[in-house]
């Protein structure tokens, strides 16, 4: 595991922040709160998807820096998809489009040692603390119900982590990867679309305005990948109630929070009624 000096910080984001370190190469740099496995697992993940023709960045090596890991990636010069969409509005439901034939390319088999996504979800409900011991029940009996596959799911497929490159589309964060249903990391993207927080120091009105573009993408995002794919919108609704509650372990405001948990109640009914069939 590589040591360096780091001294020419580019960006960062919830997990790491990100250097240049020259000869067109990046290094990832956790925090030092992110454990280690979480390190080696994106970086196992990001090395056999790039093996195996996926649009990811090229990986290259772990490194440590002052008691913090870090992943050697190939820099892209590029931007991500959301700031396209900020600069260019009117083009919405193209981009909409456009991330659906994406995601659909993801959406295949691969040799990667990946959770399936099931477990992973049961995982995330039963830690919740926000959902009493009732309406979880519920929901994991609900979840071994729906349908199992096992192609490659992204887990936070959203403008943010798409990288729109001169001449390529890179898709990046794969720690939350899995193996399952499409259906399911379909219905992920639909709920960040939907529900997910807009930054608290956009004005108001741009507000309004991103929350209308997004509810655009959203749309033609699931009209493009339903005619892509021979899943229907009942197969993809079908998985919104567990996709949410697993959301509830991550860092949410409280309005995000309170939305998560109306659309669990008003899929309650539905799931007691798909579950007691199945009894």
């Known amino acids: 595991m590589q040591t ?15 250097f240049d370190i020259g000869d067109n190469r990046v290094v990832k740099l956790f925090y030092k709160t992110i454990p280690l496995q979480w390190a080696e697992h994106e970086w ?77 979800l049961s995982q995330r409900i039963l830690h919740t603390d926000l959902l009493d011991d009732d309406i979880k029940g519920l929901l994991l009996d609900f979840l071994r119900e729906l349908p199992s596959e096992s192609v490659l799911c992204h887990g936070d497929f959203h403008p943010d982590n798409i990288i729109l490159s001169k001449d390529k589309v890179f898709i990046i964060d794969w720690m939350t990867a899995t193996k399952g249903s499409s259906c399911a990391d379909v219905a992920r993207t639909a709920l960040l679309l939907n529900l997910a927080e807009l930054p608290a120091d956009i004005p108001a009105i741009l507000k309004v305005l991103m ?8 749309h033609a995002y699931m009209k493009r990948y339903i005619q892509l794919t021979d899943c229907s919108i009942t197969d993809i ?20 929070r309170q939305a998560i948990i109306r659309l669990i109640e008003r899929k309650r009914s539905y799931m007691e009624k798909i579950t007691a069939s199945k009894s």
């Open 4 to 18: 360096m000096l780091l001294d020419n910080k580019i960006g960062q984001g919830k997990t790491a922040e990100i």
């Open 44 to 120: 196992q993940i990001n090395r056999t998807l790039c093996q195996e023709g996926f649009p990811v960045a090229k990986v290259y090596d772990l490194m440590e820096h002052e008691g913090r890991k870090g992943i050697i990636y190939e820099r892209i010069v590029g931007e991500p998809l959301l700031q396209r969409v900020v600069r260019n509005p009117w083009k919405v439901r193209r981009i909409g489009r456009m991330m659906a034939e994406l995601h659909l390319q993801i959406h295949r088999k691969t040799d990667c040692d990946l959770p399936l996504i099931k477990d992973d």
């Open 211 to 218: 929350k209308f573009m997004r509810s655009q993408i959203r």
């Open 237 to 256: 609704q079908q998985w919104e109630a567990p996709v949410a509650a697993a959301r509830l372990v991550e860092r949410l405001s409280i309005s995000e």
